[in-house]
T-cell receptor, first 114, second 115 residues
Framework: AQSVSQHNHHVILSEAASLELGCNYSYGGTVNLFWYVQYPGQHLQLLLKYFSGDPLVKGIKGFEAEFIKSKFSFNLRKPSVQWSDTAEYFCAVNALLRGNKLVFGAGTILRVKS | ETGVTQSPTHLIKTRGQQVTLRCSSQSGHNTVSWYQQALGQGPQFIFQYYREEENGRGNFPPRFSGLQFPNYSSELNVNALELDDSALYLC??????????????FGAGSRLTVL
């Protein structure tokens, strides 16, 4: 079965620190990859996505993610976090030959201290 | 454009009861997916509806069922509620068809508590 692993469940950073959230998936075929974010009190929102092409994708609010096919990874990065980045971040994978479902990781709760 | 709206936002039921959750998809979207998010976990795929038919199902028993209406809105029905059904139920809509990449727009969810 497909699975998505997010390496850290809780991350605490100070403002201006760099962020990297790990995400690995278990499916070997063609995939679409996503990062969703849930700010406190808000619904899930798309942060960025990878379908094909340049494996380094840029999303909203200065976030980027790199797809490394050989490592089955899609790590999320931001050079300098802000207090407003406090949220829960979910990595999700759609294995194209296995239907339309997204398989989500368990999420990483990021708290940025001001 | 209007987003995805879900109702009710919160509800409490007892074991054995039945519940219906409702979802209005974002304007222009024709596909609706339902996810269950238990506390401390990521969303888990329940099923997807496209053209009023179920188009993919996750590992959920038959007592989880759904409908999609001609206006693309949707319902999730759960019969014979169990304590483990307590969760946030998320509806997501997209404009993709029966295949292809899904970029989902999520609603705020319906939080179900089963006592």
């Amino acid at each position: 079965a497909q699975s998505v692993s997010q390496h850290n469940h809780h991350v605490i950073l100070s403002e201006a620190a760099s962020l990297e959230l790990g995400c690995n998936y278990s499916y070997g075929g063609t995939v679409n990859l996503f990062w969703y974010v849930q700010y406190p009190g808000q619904h899930l929102q798309l942060l960025l996505k990878y379908f094909s092409g340049d494996p380094l994708v840029k999303g909203i609010k200065g976030f980027e993610a790199e797809f490394i096919k050989s490592k089955f990874s899609f790590n999320l990065r931001k050079p300098s976090v802000q207090w407003s980045d406090t949220a829960e971040y979910f990595c999700a994978v759609n294995a194209l030959l296995r239907g339309n479902k997204l398989v989500f990781g368990a999420g990483t709760i990021l708290r940025v201290k001001s | 454009e209007t987003g995805v709206t879900q109702s009710p936002t919160h509800l409490i039921k007892t074991r054995g009861q039945q519940v219906t959750l409702r979802c209005s998809s974002q304007s222009g979207h024709n596909t609706v997916s339902w996810y269950q998010q238990a506390l401390g976990q990521g969303p888990q795929f329940i099923f997807q509806y496209y053209r009023e038919e179920e188009n993919g199902r996750g590992n959920f028993p038959p007592r989880f069922s759904g409908l999609q209406f001609p206006n693309y809105s949707s319902e999730l029905n759960v019969n014979a509620l169990e304590l483990d059904d307590s969760a946030l139920y998320l509806c997501a809509s997209s404009s993709q068809g029966a295949s292809g990449a899904n970029v989902l727009t999520f609603g705020a969810g319906s939080r179900l508590t089963v006592l």
